[in-house]
């Protein structure tokens, strides 16, 4: 099942540069939430901070806290919190030379799980819950490279779902898709968040309104608004983001 995760007063450096501003954000569990704002204004440095990827580039510096089910990240492995905490790319990344089956049970043998029929199971398992299972079942030895790049998507979603996190983290998942993949994976989120907690970063104002129960708006490092999607998008309280959801500005 999903745990909540939250951000208090996170702040984020690149050397002498400041990305994010003091962001204090919860994002529920078995919701979908939207990270949303022009280029360059944190929305993915944010959420790399959720999972301490931010921290594994030189030069990157936070701080405040991240808590997952009331509990601080930064008292954990980082292994372990990537692990609960699953990341998404915009460009999907599967390994190239490794077929369909290797890459969803990659991180399943990473953990010391050898056993076939268990890695068999747990790959249709996860493969079932990205959505993939019916078009790849009989091709499964195939590099990942026979697939289209929405399928490749989903066989990274479906990587992600085997070792079993809590939350999944979406930087942009569609952004290089054609709209009937993009479909699909907005269909999928809608399915994961029955499981997962869920946080995407988007440019498509269109995709978080479809998707998200809760947004929020960064604009220039700092977290502007957040509230449910209906209300952020119909009756903002910031000029700012009423600017930017009705396309004055970003």
């Given at each position: 099942?999903?745990?909540?995760?939250?951000?208090?007063?996170?702040?984020?450096?690149?050397?002498?540069?400041?990305?994010?501003?003091?962001?204090?954000?919860?994002?529920?569990?078995?919701?979908?939430?939207?990270?949303?704002?022009?280029?360059?204004?944190?929305?993915?440095?944010?959420?790399?901070?959720?999972?301490?990827?931010?921290?594994t580039t030189p030069g990157a510096t936070m701080s405040g806290e991240v808590l997952l089910d009331g509990h601080s990240v930064y008292d954990m492995d980082p292994t372990e919190v990537r692990r609960s905490?699953?990341?998404?790319?915009?460009?999907?990344?599967?390994?190239?030379?490794?077929?369909?089956?290797?890459?969803?049970?990659?991180?399943?043998?990473?953990?010391?799980?050898?056993?076939?029929?268990?890695?068999?199971?747990?790959?249709?398992?996860?493969?079932?819950?990205?959505?993939?299972?019916?078009?790849?079942?009989?091709?499964?030895?195939?590099?990942?490279?026979?697939?289209?790049?929405?399928?490749?998507?989903?066989?990274?979603?479906?990587?992600?779902?085997?070792?079993?996190?809590?939350?999944?983290?979406?930087?942009?998942?569609?952004?290089?898709?054609?709209?009937?993949?993009?479909?699909?994976?907005?269909?999928?989120?809608?399915?994961?968040?029955?499981?997962?907690?869920?946080?995407?970063?988007?440019?498509?104002?269109?995709?978080?309104?479809?998707?998200?129960?809760?947004?929020?708006?960064?604009?220039?490092?700092?977290?502007?608004?957040?509230?449910?999607?209906?209300?952020?998008?119909?009756?903002?309280?910031?000029?700012?983001?009423?600017d930017y959801v009705t396309g004055r500005f970003g």
């Amino acid at each position: 099942m999903g745990k909540a995760l939250e951000a208090r007063a996170i702040s984020a450096r690149f050397n002498e540069q400041v990305i994010l501003r003091e962001v204090t954000l919860h994002m529920p569990v078995n919701q979908v939430t939207a990270i949303i704002g022009p280029p360059g204004c944190g929305k993915s440095t944010f959420i790399r901070c959720l999972n301490r990827l931010h921290e594994t580039t030189p030069g990157a510096t936070m701080s405040g806290e991240v808590l997952l089910d009331g509990h601080s990240v930064y008292d954990m492995d980082p292994t372990e919190v990537r692990r609960s905490v699953a990341m998404i790319f915009h460009r999907p990344n599967p390994f190239p030379t490794m077929s369909i089956f290797d890459n969803v049970a990659a991180g399943l043998r990473l953990h010391g799980l050898r056993n076939r029929a268990k890695l068999a199971e747990s790959a249709e398992q996860a493969l079932r819950r990205a959505a993939l299972w019916d078009e790849v079942k009989d091709r499964l030895h195939l590099y990942s490279s026979a697939l289209s790049l929405g399928q490749q998507q989903r066989l990274c979603i479906a990587r992600a779902l085997a070792i079993d996190p809590v939350a999944v983290l979406m930087d942009e998942p569609a952004s290089t898709l054609d709209p009937l993949s993009t479909l699909v994976i907005e269909e999928l989120i809608e399915e994961l968040k029955r499981q997962y907690t869920i946080v995407i970063v988007t440019h498509n104002l269109q995709q978080a309104a479809r998707v998200a129960d809760k947004t929020a708006f960064f604009l220039e490092g700092e977290m502007i608004e957040q509230g449910t999607t209906t209300a952020l998008f119909t009756t903002p309280q910031d000029k700012r983001t009423a600017d930017y959801v009705t396309g004055r500005f970003g």
